[in-house]
Each structure stands twice: as C-alpha cells, then as structure tokens.
C-alpha cells in the first residue's frame, strides 16, 4: 500500500518560504497523481494544487498561484510545495494525497474522495 510522509511544515514569518515535501514509499509516484490539500483552523480541508504523473501539468488554486511551485522528483519518489511569499491566511495543515485517477485538471484534483491515500499532514504556522 502506497504510504504518504509530509515534512518541511513549520514556523515562518510573513513573507518567507517554505519547501514540503512529500515522500512516498512501497510503490512508484509515476502511477500517481498527487494533490496537496490545506485544513486552516476552524475551516474545511480545501485543495491547494496538483501535480500530474509525469510531472508535466500542475494546477494551483487561485488563493497561491504565483506563489506556489509543485514539483516532482520520481528518482527520489518525492514531491515538492514551494512556497514563498507566505502569509498569515496560509497558516494550515498541509496534507498531501495520491490517486491513480488522471484528475490533475481544474475543477477536479479537488475532489478529495478521488484519492486513495493520504499523508498525516505537516502544520506550517505563517506569522511574525
């Protein structure tokens, strides 16, 4: 069973950055598609961007584009959130999750039922 480990959370002043990674282990990343979902306090889990198998399609949610890179190493299983310029509202939980369903499209990678498998989260905390 694929098993997901978020790390890289932590504590960061408004502006900084941060890099998550999540690192996947027992099968290959290349079968899967990942998304990485955020849950601030007191609010629902929301979808923050996806990353296709190969790598080549990401999509973002309108709330981090331009701030946020998704990228993919399969040689070291892992997946990468690059984020910069953070703020106090990207203060959350970050999860991210795998399906082998192609749903790395607008609209779609959100839908947190379509993934099978889910890391245990990584908190970042964005304030001065």
């Known amino acids: 069973q694929l098993q997901l480990v978020e790390s890289g959370g932590g504590l960061v002043q408004p502006g900084g950055s941060l890099r998550l990674s999540c690192l996947a282990s027992?099968?290959?990343?290349?079968?899967?598609?990942i998304g990485w979902f955020r849950q601030a306090p007191g609010k629902e889990r929301e979808g923050v961007s996806c990353i296709s198998r190969s790598g080549s399609t990401t999509n973002y949610a309108d709330s981090v584009k331009g701030r946020v890179t998704n990228s993919k190493d399969n040689a070291k299983n892992t997946v990468y959130l690059q984020m910069n310029g953070l703020k106090p509202e990207d203060t959350a939980i970050y999860y991210c999750?795998?399906?082998?369903?192609?749903?790395?499209?607008?609209?779609?990678?959100?839908?947190?039922?379509?993934?099978?498998?889910w890391g245990p989260g990584t908190a970042v905390t964005v304030s001065s």
């Open positions: 999750a795998a399906t082998g369903k192609d749903i790395c499209y607008r609209g779609f990678y959100i839908l947190q039922p379509e993934y099978d498998y």
């Open positions: 027992e099968y290959s990343l290349d079968y899967y598609v």
